[in-house]
């Protein structure tokens, strides 16, 4: 055998061991950035960036400044004119008729009109298309009319007042329909908006990059200037692992990130290079929805004992840390705040253990009460993530025990969850809902939705349908707030839920990076952003 | 020889019918309804349903259900992904020269240390080389790679800022993936090297090679080390499918695209015809490898065709 043949092999062997030592030194040059460039890491990649087939939060993360709505919304949760410069309601509350801005274009040039808008509204809608969560946001769409080049009537077949929330809200924003017809499915990647940023790139399981319009002349409604964005490129890396994500701020490999676990918030949060922000999530807080077919959640006073004796603070101290805040109600404390209901439900063990010894229920020698040889148990739906169940369930287990409730984990993957959640065949499951406008109640609490998403509380009260179809009538925004005080209020009466936790999106930036602003849906808007090295 | 390598690659259609029918079944064996589980976010009335059941096939019979998927995967379409709507292999295509990427140089990662350590500690056998080394090695086996990842990117990447911590492409992105990966096969090649070295340095023809005169490292290297790859090699065909499984953690940990990624986005996003194509392609690439493994085997010692 002749040497070189049987040498060969060291030669890779070798080759192997040192070639990983040898280029590695430029890696601070590639990471240098140009002035001009935030990159943004996000805890996932979004199904979709089309705003009206996606389900998902992160889609509107990333386009909240890509596309634009007929009205916009910002954290003080008032209406504003976007692309509409104006708006009406019918007398009778089924119609809205907007007039439009006539100085928008695409950023593929398609001007934007009245057409415009009833083509992106009647695509929702066709049954041909998957929508996501504009779909709901459409509920009882009847059809839009053309009235002129820039007015555009839009009707529902009953009176429907959460549509102009939904109008402001990412899912309705509007997209070239030229792009549409044109490129089909590649908005999924790529949807051409008329907004301060355009998509310029999308690089499946690693980023989607953004690049400024340079033809936005207008003043964006949650600016004080007019002109394009500051910034040149946005990119948003998608980073799953928290631990790499925080790590990669740090280092400064990204400038900003989504999604701070609570374990490194301490950390960020003394380091002087970092700036935190907290949103509040608008919708339904973290909840616990009672199922109140199954006894002994049949009877309101243990519906009541068990809200009294969840301790929410051990929730803020051990698994929320700083990105939450103590929940009273079904709808977070930024879409409707009342004192009313934050002194509904104190956390107090003794009065819970009192309104269970009136209901009848004893304590007995384990420690766990019972009523006619009956034990009181209940069973908590929860889903299994893998790593074990979601640890407010945990929480709850041990805030009822110590008032003598034994609470069975029902950890459970997905599927069985929704079904156990829609036959109400459990005590109820911890959720939350992201909703913008107070009729997100109407999913949990309407009687024609027990079996369906979400009223899983499986409350059938001809009272509390009512109210809930007059909200959705009302277009007053001062008595609509009354209206949904009052739907808030029977609901904490009744004890229908267990409000755990009012939930914080929570954003970590550079200290070099200013002027992050944030829309109602705490969805960050980015053309007056910028970034010092 | 020719014999050898037919009666291999037949013997490997019952593992792939075995493969596709796991695969296949996949749909089935979890609970609940995979169609209701699959537009669980979504807004749906019964039309969707109905028409995603119909998209599936799911309507039809078991059996012919099977022979669908089979013949379709004969015939490359392994079906549409529902997240995104392409093709299932054209999002595997994507992907796969990323983690093929990543699967090299963490095998070479592998073999460049495992080797090397293995045969030192063999030649130092039970001095302080040998249990330093084995100590590595152990470690090596014992940490999860998760947790190996985020050290590096801790130590690497944060604090010294030699490599990014995240994404794809190029060699320094390639770095820390590749060494968090390859280091499992590393302590357990190193393991087999030094036994397999022991067994060899023991046989007459090394002590003959010697008795010659012949250079100690030339005897280690050539006559030694050459023979006792050989149990290496079966390794190797094996290790390959770990390092598919470990590319799942890793390529999540350090945020890089590949299949490992593809597979963790299509569990979560409930896309079952994406999870059932990219199983089945890894599921085929680990059997394709080791019969590979196995022919070059039989190549490299005779011996293993007459048996």
Known sequence: MRPERSWWWLGIVVLAAVGPALPAPMVRAVLAQTGGTLVVGLDQEPPTLDPHASPSAVTYQIIASVTENLLYRGPDGKLVPWLAESWSTSRDGRSVTFKLRRDVKFHDGTPFNADAVKFNFDRIVDPKFKAGGARAALAGYSSSKVLDEFTVQVTFETPYSPFLNAAASGVLSLVSPKAVRETGDQVHTRPVGSGPFMIKEYVAKDHTTMVRNPAYARKAPWSDRSGPAQIETVVWKFIPEAGTRVTTLESGETQGIYLVPAQSLPRLEKNTAVRVEKLPWPGVPRIWLLNVTKPPFDDVRVRRAVNNAVDKEAFLATVYRGTGLKAFAPLTAVMLDDPVLRQAYPFDPEKAKALLSEAGWQLGGDGIRSKGGQRLEIVLNAIEYGGGPDPTAQLIQSSLRDVGIDVKIKAQARPPWYEDNYRCATHGPVMFLRSTDPDGLFALFHSSLVGGNFNWSCVKNAKLDEMLAEGRRESDPARRRAIYLAIEKLAVEEALTVPLIDELAVWAFRTGVQGVKYNFNAYPVLSDTTIRR | ?307
Do not use: C
């Not at chain 2, 596709?20 to 089935?28: D, I, Q």
């Open chain 2, 1 to 307: 020889m020719l014999i050898f390598v037919a009666r291999r690659v037949l013997a490997v259609v019952p593992v792939l019918f075995g493969v596709t029918l796991a695969v296949f079944s996949m749909l089935f064996l979890v609970p609940g309804d995979p169609v209701k589980m699959m537009l669980a976010e979504f807004v749906t009335n019964p039309d969707q349903i109905a028409q995603m059941r119909a998209q599936l096939h799911l309507d039809e019979p078991v059996i012919q259900q099977y022979g669908r998927f089979v013949s379709n995967t004969l015939r490359g379409d392994l079906g549409t992904s529902i997240r995104s709507r392409r093709p299932v292999a054209t999002e595997i295509a994507e992907n796969i020269g990323s983690t093929g990427q990543l699967a090299l140089a963490s095998m070479a990662v592998a073999i460049g240390l495992g080797i090397p350590l293995g045969v030192v500690a063999a030649l130092g056998r039970n001095s302080w080389l040998d249990v330093a080394a084995m100590v590595v090695a152990l470690l090596g086996v014992a940490m999860p790679s998760f947790w190996l990842g985020l050290l590096l990117i801790f130590g690497l990447s944060l604090h010294l800022g030699w490599f990014p911590a995240t994404g794809g492409g190029d060699f320094h992105h390639l770095v820390l993936p590749a060494v968090t990966l390859g280091m499992i096969a590393a302590a357990i090649i190193a393991r087999l090297t030094r036994s397999s070295m022991l067994e060899v340095l023991g046989q007459d023809y090394v002590r003959t090679a010697r008795a010659k005169g012949l250079a100690w490292w030339g005897v280690v290297v050539r006559h030694a080390l050459k023979n006792a790859l050989i149990p290496i090699v079966t390794i190797f065909g094996l290790q390959f499918g770990n390092l598919l499984a470990g590319a799942v953690i890793v390529e999540t940990v350090f945020s890089r695209p590949g299949l490992g990624r593809l597979i963790v986005g299509g569990i979560l996003a409930k896309d079952f015809p994406l999870v059932q194509g990219a199983v089945l392609f890894v599921a085929v690439a680990y059997v394709l490898i080791n019969v590979l493994v196995d022919v070059a085997y039989a190549f490299v010692d005779p011996r293993i065709r007459v048996a």
